[in-house]
C-alpha cells in the first residue's frame, strides 16, 4: 500500500459518491475515491441532470427539496461546464384531470414553501410554443434545474482535493478495508458504497433492480425550448411497476441541444439500444411536440436506474458490516438527491443530528423484511 | 418477399448488386448520394446492372426489428425489408489535427477533389496537396486539369518505401503503368509534410518541412489526405463482428452475422479493384451461390495489392505531434488537445470534454485520436448518421 | 442560360451551375460557418461526413450543403 490510510474510502466516483466526498472532505477527514472505470460513467453519464423536487411520498419530497438547497448553496462556484441551467420544470396537463393533478400538486408545493405557478391553456402555449395546441395546461416549477452531471462530478471530486483512483475494481467490502481485483487491500475507518446498482454485490440482501431507460439528444437548436418540459403522467410511468412504460420528458441544453426521455424497463441487463422502445418513446414526445419529428437526432445511449421496491433511495449502515456505508437506488432521482445523501451520511459519521428525517433510507427497511420471510 | 439490400453503391455495391442479379433475383441497392459511383466514380461511372432497384438519396441508420432495415431520405422515413444485407458502405479520408487545420480552404485530398467535381471552383487557384498515398497524385493531376496551379504534392513517405510500393506493382502492369504516369507528370516530393497551416480568415499559407528543412509555400487551398479509414459503423450496429478496426467475414464475405455480407473497404482498405472482386464474390454467396474459383485468386492478387498500400501510407510518427496544445482536435465542439490530454480514454475525453460529440459522431476526431493516443472507438449506437427524430420514432411516411 | 440556377445566401443572390453543390455555391458567394466558438469554418470532407459545411436551407436547420444539389430560389443561411 502506498501512502497513509484514508480516513473514507467511497467506492464509486458517480455523481453520489463525488457528493459523499465532497460532504466527508468538509468534515476534514481524508477520504480515497475508487471507481471501476472513470469518474460519472455510470447512470450519471446516462441521466438527464434534472434538479427536480418531486413529491411521491413526504420522505421523497424531503430530500429532493433538502438536496436541492444544497445544490443551490454550490452554484455560485460552479464552473461553466457544468452547465446549470435555471430552466425549472414545466409539468404539461394533458386534460382537466392531469389539470387537477396539477392543482393539487400547487397546493402541497406552496403549503411547503415551494413557489410554482398553474398555467392554462393559453399560458403554457405561450411558455413553450412547440407545445401542441389543446392541452389543458400545466404548473411551472421554476425553482428546478439542471446541471450536466458528469462535469460536476469531477469539479465535486477536484475542489474537495480527495484523491481520486480511476480504472480500479472493488472486488470485496469488509468493516476497515477493501480489497482490489489486483488482490491489494486498503484500509479506512470509513467505507461508503456509492455504487449504484452495482450495490448489489456488495449487500446481498438489498431488493435494487436495474432499470433500463434510454435518451436521445438532437443537433443545437438554440431557443427551441425554454424549460425541462415533463407530462404529468410521468409520474405514474416512474412511480409504476409496469415492465414497460415512456413518458414525455425534455430539456433544453446549455448548447442548444434538446435532450429527449423518457423509458423505463425491469428485465433488461444488455446496454443495447431497444429500437422499438425507443420509437415509442419518440412517439410519445412527438405527441407533445409535434415540431420534434423534424430534428435532428445526432445520438441515443441507454442507462441503468437502480430502483427500490419503494421509490425511496437506500441510504445508511450496511446491515451486517459496521463502518460500511451504503448510498444508492436513487433510480432517477440520483443528481437530485446525492448532496442530500451525502450530507446524511456524514452527519452520521460524524455523529450530527441530520437536518431530515432519515429513518425512511435505511437499508434495514428491507433487510428486516428479507429476516422475517 | 423480401431481397437481398445493398447498402453503398460503390464499386462493391455495384458490383455485388450486378452478381446477384446475374442469378436473377431480387436486389434493392441504396445509397445516400443521389447517383451510383460511390465517392471514387463519383458523376464518372453511374452505370447500375439491369435488373437492380435502386433507391439513391436514401441513408442507412439501422435496424427498425427483425428484418426490416431503417433509412431515410431527405423528405420521409423507410423502412425497408431484407432476407440477405450485403453492407459495402466504403472509406472515408484519415484528417489529422495540425495548427491551421480548421481554417476555410483547408480539405481532404478527395475532398477537394468532389467538391470541385461538384461546382467548386479551383481555376487559377494555388494548391498545396500533401499526406500520404497514390489517392494524392491522382487529386493533384485532377485539380491540375481544372486549373489549379500545384504548388508542390508533398508525400510523407520516404523514397525508399515509395520505390518498394512500385515494386510490388510489378504484378500489376496497368497500375504500375499508372502510378509511373502520375508521378511523371505531378511530380511528388517524398519524405515531406505540412507541419502548419497560416491563415485568419482562410488559408493564406503552409509550412511545410522535410525534416531538416522547413519553408512556407504561399497557397489558396490545400488538400490533405493521410489515406483510408474504412466506414465500419453500419456493420457495427448491425451487430457484425470487427476486428483490428475492419469488418471480420469468412472466405465469402459472409460477416459474423448469418445473412449478413460485407465487401471491400469495410473489409480492409485495399482500392477499386478488391472492391469489385470482393463484392462479385459477397454477391453471389449472398444468392446462394458459389462464386467461380477465378475470382479467389484475383482476390488473393488485390489484397497484395492492399497490404503494399498499408505499409507506403504508413504515417511517420513526426505526423501524430503537429497538433499544439491549442489545436482544435475536435472540430465539431472546439475542443482543443490540452483539454482531451486530461482524459485517460475515449470514454471519458466525450464526457468530459464534448470530444466527438457533435454531429460527426467523432468520425474525423476519431481516426486523429487513435494515431494520436491509440484510442479505439467505443461501440457505434443507432442512428449512425444524425437522423429526424420522426424517423427514430418509426413514423413513416412522416416528414 | 438554362443550365445555371439562383440561389439566395445569407441574403446575397448567386448564380451557379444546376449541378452545383449547395457547398460550393456558398464559398462561391464568400459564405462561412462559424464553429461553435466562432472560429471561421468551410467544408473539409466534400462527401457529407464531416459536417463543416452545416447550413440552413429554407428553414431546415443543420443541413448538410456538400451532399446537396443546388435549386433554382434556395435560400441559404450560414449563420444559424
Known amino acids: 500500500m502506498n501512502g497513509r490510510t484514508p480516513d473514507v474510502v467511497v467506492v464509486g466516483a458517480g455523481i453520489v459518491g463525488a457528493c459523499c466526498a465532497w460532504a466527508f472532505a468538509r468534515e476534514g477527514l481524508s477520504v480515497t475515491v475508487l471507481d471501476r472505470a472513470g469518474i460519472g460513467q455510470g447512470a450519471t453519464a446516462a441521466g438527464m441532470g434534472h434538479i427536480v423536487v418531486m413529491d411521491d411520498s413526504e420522505a421523497q419530497f424531503a430530500l429532493c427539496r433538502y438536496s436541492q438547497r444544497l445544490w443551490a448553496e454550490l452554484r455560485p462556484q460552479m464552473p461553466a461546464d457544468v452547465e446549470w441551467q435555471a430552466c425549472g420544470t414545466l409539468w404539461v396537463a394533458a386534460d382537466e384531470d392531469e389539470l387537477e393533478e396539477a392543482a393539487r400538486k400547487k397546493t402541497f408545493l406552496e403549503a411547503a414553501g415551494i413557489g410554482c405557478e398553474l398555467l392554462d391553456a393559453k399560458s403554457i402555449a405561450a411558455a413553450e410554443p412547440n407545445l401542441r395546441p389543446g392541452l389543458a395546461g400545466g404548473l411551472l416549477q421554476p425553482g428546478d434545474s439542471a446541471i450536466y452531471s458528469p462535469c460536476a462530478a469531477r469539479w465535486l471530486l477536484a475542489v474537495s482535493k480527495v484523491d481520486v483512483r480511476l480504472g480500479v475494481a472493488v472486488t470485496r467490502v469488509r468493516s476497515g478495508d477493501v480489497t482490489l481485483a489486483d488482490g491489494s487491500e486498503i484500509a479506512a475507518g470509513v467505507i461508503v458504497l456509492a455504487t449504484g446498482g452495482a450495490a448489489r454485490s456488495f449487500v446481498p440482501h438489498l431488493p435494487i433492480r436495474p432499470r433500463k431507460g434510454h435518451l436521445a439528444i438532437t443537433d443545437r437548436y438554440p431557443g427551441w425550448l425554454n424549460h425541462q418540459v415533463v407530462e404529468l403522467g410521468y409520474v405514474k410511468s416512474a412511480s409504476g411497476e409496469s415492465a414497460e412504460s415512456v413518458a414525455f420528458n425534455i430539456q433544453p441544453r446549455a448548447t442548444g441541444q434538446l435532450l429527449i426521455g423518457s423509458s423505463r424497463q425491469y428485465g433488461v441487463d444488455t446496454p443495447d439500444i431497444d429500437q422499438p422502445i425507443l420509437g415509442r418513446m419518440l412517439r410519445r414526445c412527438i405527441e407533445y411536440m409535434p415540431g420534434l419529428a423534424g430534428l435532428s437526432v445526432i445520438r441515443t445511449w441507454t442507462g441503468f436506474r437502480a430502483s427500490t421496491p419503494d421509490k425511496l433511495p437506500v441510504i445508511g449502515p450496511h446491515p451486517e458490516a459496521r463502518n460500511v456505508w451504503v448510498a444508492t437506488g436513487h433510480e432517477g432521482l440520483g443528481i437530485t438527491m446525492a448532496t442530500g445523501t451525502a450530507r446524511l451520511l456524514a452527519d452520521s459519521v460524524v455523529g450530527r443530528a441530520p437536518e431530515i428525517a432519515m429513518h425512511p433510507f435505511l437499508p434495514s427497511r428491507f433487510v428486516e423484511v428479507s429476516r422475517h420471510d | ?399 | 442560360m438554362t443550365d445555371r440556377v439562383a440561389l439566395h445566401i445569407d441574403g446575397k443572390t448567386v448564380k451557379v451551375s444546376c449541378r452545383a453543390s449547395v457547398a460550393s455555391a456558398i464559398w462561391i458567394a464568400g459564405g462561412f460557418r462559424r464553429s461553435v466558438s466562432g472560429q471561421p469554418r468551410g467544408p473539409l470532407c466534400g462527401m457529407g461526413t464531416c459536417f463543416e459545411c452545416r447550413a440552413t436551407v429554407d428553414g431546415g436547420k443543420h443541413v448538410r450543403t456538400c451532399v446537396l444539389t443546388c435549386r433554382e430560389g434556395m435560400d441559404v443561411r450560414t449563420d444559424a
Open chain 2, 1 to 399: 418477399m423480401p431481397e437481398i439490400v445493398v447498402i453503398g453503391a460503390g464499386p462493391a455495391g455495384l458490383s455485388a448488386a450486378a452478381a446477384v442479379r446475374s442469378h436473377g433475383q431480387r436486389v434493392v441497392l441504396l445509397d445516400e448520394n443521389p447517383a451510383a459511383g460511390g465517392q471514387i466514380w463519383r458523376g464518372e461511372r453511374t452505370a447500375v446492372a439491369q435488373g437492380v432497384e435502386t433507391m439513391f438519396g436514401t441513408r442507412a441508420l439501422g435496424i427498425a426489428s427483425a428484418g426490416m432495415l431503417l433509412c431515410e431520405t431527405s423528405e420521409s422515413a423507410v423502412v425497408l425489408p431484407f432476407r440477405k444485407l450485403v453492407v459495402a458502405t466504403g472509406a472515408r479520408e484519415r484528417f489529422l489535427p495540425f495548427p491551421g487545420w480548421t481554417l476555410p480552404g483547408v480539405f481532404g485530398a478527395g475532398g477537394l477533389q468532389a467538391m470541385v467535381k461538384s461546382g467548386f471552383p479551383v481555376d487559377g487557384k494555388r494548391v498545396v496537396v500533401a499526406g500520404t498515398g497514390p489517392l494524392l497524385l491522382e487529386v493533384a493531376e485532377y485539380l491540375r486539369s481544372r486549373g489549379a496551379r500545384i504548388a508542390i504534392v508533398a508525400e510523407q513517405a520516404r523514397w525508399t518505401s515509395l520505390i518498394r510500393f512500385g515494386l510490388a506493382l510489378r504484378h500489376a502492369p496497368s497500375k504500375m503503368a499508372q502510378a509511373a504516369r502520375l508521378a511523371f507528370s505531378t511530380l511528388p516530393r517524398a519524405g515531406c509534410w505540412v507541419t502548419e497551416v497560416h491563415g485568419t480568415e482562410h488559408v493564406e499559407a503552409a509550412t511545410l518541412t522535410d525534416g531538416r528543412r522547413t519553408w512556407r509555400e504561399a497557397c489558396d487551398y490545400v488538400a490533405c489526405g493521410f489515406h483510408l479509414v474504412p466506414n465500419t459503423e453500419i456493420a457495427a450496429v448491425l451487430g457484425c463482428h470487427l476486428e483490428g478496426g475492419v469488418v471480420w467475414t469468412d472466405d465469402l464475405h459472409e460477416t459474423s452475422i448469418s445473412g449478413i455480407y460485407c465487401a471491400g473497404e469495410p473489409c480492409g482498405i485495399g482500392g477499386v479493384d478488391k472492391s469489385l472482386i470482393e463484392g462479385e464474390i459477397a454477391g453471389h454467396a449472398a444468392a446462394g451461390r458459389l462464386p467461380v474459383a477465378r475470382l479467389f485468386a484475383k482476390r488473393a492478387r488485390a489484397r497484395r495489392f492492399a497490404a503494399a498500400l498499408d505499409a507506403v501510407t504508413r504515417l511517420r510518427p513526426e505526423l501524430a505531434r503537429l497538433a499544439r496544445e491549442d489545436t482544435i482536435v475536435c472540430r465539431c465542439e472546439d475542443v482543443p488537445l490540452s483539454r482531451i490530454r486530461e482524459c485517460s480514454d475515449w470514454r471519458s475525453a466525450k464526457l468530459l470534454t464534448r470530444c466527438g460529440m457533435g454531429p460527426c459522431q467523432g468520425r474525423v476526431c476519431g481516426s486523429a485520436l487513435e494515431s494520436l493516443f491509440g484510442w479505439r472507438p467505443e461501440s457505434v449506437r443507432p442512428p449512425v448518421q444524425p437522423a429526424r427524430a420522426g424517423t427514430l420514432a418509426g413514423l413513416t411516411g412522416s416528414a
